[in-house]
């Protein structure tokens, strides 16, 4: 039986990369027989800033977009975390989107690929551990980080060729994957690149 698995594409603003590798992952992954890729792109939910009077660890959020969010999420076996570095963290879109809900997040496995010039987004990587472990959320030991570099992009800002530029990346991405279906708990997690 395959496992139902989110991608979560953490990023909302113009003209990011986020959704090309999202690309990549969802190409990478098409001929597993293990999983099911569901990709939930941030910027198409358009969660509104959480701004709940009880927060969601005492009461779930009852608008009628944090219920949406919630039914979505709690049909998830596993997720894969997609997300740039901004300012050595995670963007607010996917730290507001973690922090409407608690238990629908509780138990799951995920994975964490991350990306940014500097060093792969290893920083977005751990601060998004912490709030991952604070949630419940079980990553595993691998996770991968995409050092981006100027070259990789054309004057439009889109990929050359994404292939050839995250072609070190598909068998970390691989690994990373095994962990995540694994019917076991993964261990700590440490940024692989």
């Known amino acids: 039986m395959s496992k139902n698995i989110k991608l979560v594409i953490g990023s909302t603003r113009q003209n990011r990369v986020g959704k090309s590798i999202a690309s990549w992952i969802e190409d990478k992954l098409a ?9 939930i792109d941030l ?11 009880i927060p969601p660890a005492y009461a779930a959020v009852d608008t009628e977009a944090a219920k949406a969010w919630s039914r979505k999420i709690r049909t998830a076996d ?48 751990s601060h998004l551990q912490d709030v991952l472990d604070w949630l419940k959320v079980r990553h595993g030991k691998v996770s991968v980080a995409i050092k981006l570099q100027q070259d990789m992009f054309n004057e439009a800002g889109a990929f050359v060729d994404i292939d050839l530029s ?28």
């Open 43 to 53: 910027k198409e939910e358009n969660l509104p800033i959480m701004d709940s009077p």
């Open 31 to 39: 001929n597993n027989s293990t999983i099911t890729l569901e990709t």
């Open 78 to 125: 596993g997720f894969i975390f997609l997300t740039p570095e901004y300012n050595r963290s995670i963007p607010a879109s996917l730290k507001n989107a973690l922090d409407y809900l608690v238990t629908e997040w509780k138990d799951k496995p995920a994975i964490i690929v991350s990306y940014g010039y500097i060093d792969g987004g290893k920083n977005a990587t």
């Open 166 to 193: 995250l072609s070190n990346y598909s068998e970390d991405l691989m690994e990373a994957l095994k962990q995540l279906t694994a019917d076991k708990e993964p261990e700590l997690s440490v940024a692989i690149h």
